[in-house]
């Protein structure tokens, strides 16, 4: 029910997730990054558990491979698909046997895809493609991944939810941005919504570290 990517800036050293899916609330289940670490996706019948687990392993020091391959013996880890891109932008996938549907993965350096209950199985592909060939912040080239995957098929119905989450210095996210539900296309919600964020970014990090230098937006009581 859901196609994402896990994905690191080779230049900048943030990691970001981008999901969709047909079910609610997407990302709040299956988007796990923590900065200066990496990304994890854990999806299809979700167990948001091993998005920390595989973090924690990647704080201590094993690659995403080690980190994704430890999961192999764990009650119910046929069900499961997860996603992990580390500190050096290597990346793993583990797609359990009893994965829902036409379902799909691929990875490169600094990006992983996966997806299940596709219209077709080349939809990972295409967004790793997608952000391969995007440039920009890494947020713009999660997005363009996300609307690469959609225009090769997406899911193999309509998707309701989408989410970007976005990690790089700091112990709490740079941007984090979710289409809880929309009858509409939620990834759109989602490019709006970074639309809007984006200009602002790095004024919000400025409010958390130091609000006498952060600027007014004019809203009542900013002074």
């Not at 199985?121 to 920009?136: C, K, M, W």
Request: charged share 20%; proline share 4%.
């Amino acid at each position: 029910m859901t196609f994402s990517l896990v994905a690191r800036c080779s230049e900048t050293g943030m990691f970001g997730v981008a999901v969709s899916s047909s079910s609610p609330a997407v990302a709040a289940r299956c988007a796990h990054a923590r900065a200066g670490v990496g990304a994890v996706a854990s999806q299809n019948v979700t167990d948001p558990a091993l998005g920390t687990r595989v973090l924690d392993m990647l704080e201590a020091g094993r690659s995403a491979n080690e980190a994704v391959t430890s999961l192999k013996g764990r009650e119910h880890i046929e069900y499961r698909q997860v996603l992990a891109v580390d500190r050096d932008g290597e990346t793993a996938i583990h797609s359990g046997t009893n994965v829902l549907g036409k379902w799909g993965q691929a990875a490169a350096q600094d990006v992983a895809s996966g997806g299940n209950l596709l219209a077709n199985e080349v939809v990972p592909q295409a967004i790793v493609d997608g952000f391969l060939s995007a440039r920009g912040h890494i947020g713009d080239r999660l997005l363009e991944a996300m609307r690469a995957g959609l225009e090769a098929g997406g899911e193999a119905g309509p998707v309701h939810s989408a989410g970007m989450l976005i990690v790089d210095e700091l112990a709490w996210p740079l941007a984090e941005l979710r289409c809880d539900w929309t009858d509409d296309c939620p990834i759109a919600a989602i490019e709006a919504a970074w639309a809007i964020y984006k200009p602002q970014m790095a004024d919000y990090v400025q409010r958390a570290l130091d609000p006498s230098g952060a600027p007014s937006y004019g809203v009542p009581g900013d002074q």
